[in-house]
């Protein structure tokens, strides 16, 4: 393996390989959905609070096996307690008392629309502006006795489990018709959704749409694999021995029974191997990754980590912008892609190189003058 450790080393040291049994198939497909999806529950605090939390994915909790996320909470304050940035809120739906972390809005702390320079094409604009902060302060402001609505996530903060808002405000209900409905909706929702088992993408889509899911969701995660670790090279066997890459391959791969997992155990062996070569090829399709002629078939160069690709399109672009013909417009696209296919790798993809000149300019290595011209600082 070129560039150091290996892929199993970097994998161990990120934390990224499970000497562990590897989580079951149905609780790891529960977190990949909620974590992509969002999945967001109307709950009542009692039952908040009694709900487990994942063991694999912290932040995910699960009621009845439905994987749940953020939740949408409908009640009325009894505690407040007020910090240099955020409110604590109390808020009891007659199920329980559940706290509610909400931060105070960043805007009201560190702007002023007092004094500002105006004139009298802006005193409008400044005037709605006022009765805006105005208004998001009064709905944002609660006292006890408020009826308040919280969408947030939640969190177990000093073994205490609270929900750390993402929008909460103030409801007007004067004659309790927000709160009836809420008690009328909430049991119909258990009842129809909550209560019921929970089904996985694959008992709703069919199975070529499940495949896609999980090709699309594994190439993101070895994308990130390969970047955040630094990995210069790998062979696709090496990424199928970490668990949590396989874990996601097997995401819909049907359950089979005890009769059939001998027979099966071969055929899930070559699905999964047959995931991980679609999620390789995206990453070619998108340069992430790439391969040279002159090495083994099996062998896969990440584009962002190959510091001899980047040194050969740098000197290129260097060497020719002292020429006449490029010292004006600098080098054009297809001009280095040429040069480094003759100097570097005669099947290097457009793509790749794409990605190259898009490193070596986020790293201010070289500038864009115009339209596929580049010149080197």
């Known amino acids: 393996m070129r560039g150091g450790r290996s892929c199993r080393e970097r994998a161990e040291a990120s934390g990224g390989w499970s000497a562990r049994k590897p989580p079951s198939r149905l609780i790891f497909r529960n977190t990949v959905i909620c974590n992509w999806r969002g999945f967001e529950c109307s709950l ?5 609070k009694e709900m487990r939390e994942s063991k694999q994915v912290p932040g995910i909790f699960f009621y009845n096996g439905h994987p749940v996320r953020q939740v ?7 505690q407040t307690k007020e910090r240099d940035a955020f409110f604590n809120y109390g808020v009891d739906d007659s199920t329980g008392v559940i706290n509610c972390v909400c931060w105070k809005n960043p805007m009201a702390l560190e702007t002023s629309l007092s004094g500002r320079p105006s004139t009298p094409s802006s005193l409008t604009v400044l005037e709605q502006m006022k009765k805006l902060q105005e208004m998001v302060s009064q709905k944002t402001k609660l006292e006890i006795g408020d009826v308040v609505r919280v969408r947030g996530q939640i969190r177990t903060y000093r073994q205490q489990r609270e929900i750390q808002a993402l929008c909460f405000y103030k409801v007007d209900d004067p004659v309790c018709d927000v709160q009836i409905s ?5 049991p119909c929702l258990y009842r129809e959704v909550y209560d019921k088992p929970f089904q996985g993408p694959e008992e709703g889509q069919s199975g070529l749409e499940g495949q896609n899911f999980s090709i699309n969701m594994l190439y993101k995660k070895v994308k990130g694999f390969l970047l955040e670790n630094k990995i210069q090279t790998f062979y696709q066997q090496e990424l199928e021995t970490i668990d949590s890459l396989v874990s996601l391959a097997a995401l819909h791969l049907p359950s089979p029974s005890c009769q059939e997992v001998k027979s099966k155990n071969d055929s899930s062996s070559k699905r999964i191997h047959s995931v991980f070569k679609e999620a390789i090829r995206m990453l070619q399709e998108k340069g992430v990754v790439f391969q040279k002629p002159g090495s083994s078939k099996d062998l896969y160069h990440v584009t962002d980590h190959d510091k001899e690709l980047l040194k050969v399109t740098l000197d290129v672009i260097k060497e020719d912008c002292r020429k006449p013909r490029h010292a004006e417009k600098g080098c054009h696209f297809l001009h280095v892609l040429s040069c480094v296919q003759q100097s570097y790798n005669p099947s290097l993809a457009e793509v790749v190189m794409h990605r190259v000149l898009e490193l ?4 201010s290595d ?3 003058t115009m339209e596929g011209y580049y010149v080197a600082f």
């Not at 809420?182 to 909430?186: A, C």
């Open 44 to 48: 009542s605090p009692r039952n908040i």
């Open 72 to 78: 949408d909470v409908v009640g009325i304050v009894v």
């Open 182 to 186: 809420r008690m009328l909706e909430l």
């Open 366 to 368: 070289v500038v864009s």
């Open 360 to 363: 070596l300019e986020s790293n």
